[in-house]
């Protein structure tokens, strides 16, 4: 009986901590609109990452996939909705999106990971 428990207990630890889908998938924004992109990340810090390499984090305010931003030290919507379709000269600004970058993004995942294995 009690191995049993112990069993199932660490058959329940294994299935909580698989990892994200590898492959793309699609997304379809509040307009309707969808793009291709990959879920990445762990427990400690999770994303969704384009082609091109733009984090984007959900908002749920908005129901969108926003370009991400780091706000005290955590991924955060930027409030601007992700597209992949190029913008029409005249009709638009350019996004205004402030790209996160390589280093500060692996470093905040390895904060992420720390904090998390000194629990």
């Given amino acids: 009986m009690l191995r049993n428990l112990i069993a199932s207990t660490l058959f329940s630890a294994l299935l909580l901590a698989a990892p994200a889908f590898q492959g793309e998938r699609t997304f ?8 291709q992109a990959q879920v990445k990340g762990d427990e400690y810090l999770h ?6 390499g733009d984090v984007l984090i959900y908002n749920k305010k908005s129901k969108n996939h926003d370009f991400a931003i780091i706000q005290n030290s955590e991924l ?23 790209k996160i970058s390589k280093e500060g993004h692996s470093k905040l995942w390895q904060q992420k990971r720390q904090q998390g294995l000194n629990r």
């Fill in 76 to 98: 955060a919507p930027s409030g601007e909705m992700y597209t992949d379709q190029p913008q029409t000269q005249g009709l638009r600004s350019a996004p205004t999106h402030h």
């Fill in 28 to 35: 379809v924004q509040n307009d309707g609109s969808s793009f």
């Fill in 47 to 52: 994303w969704t990452e384009t082609k091109n």
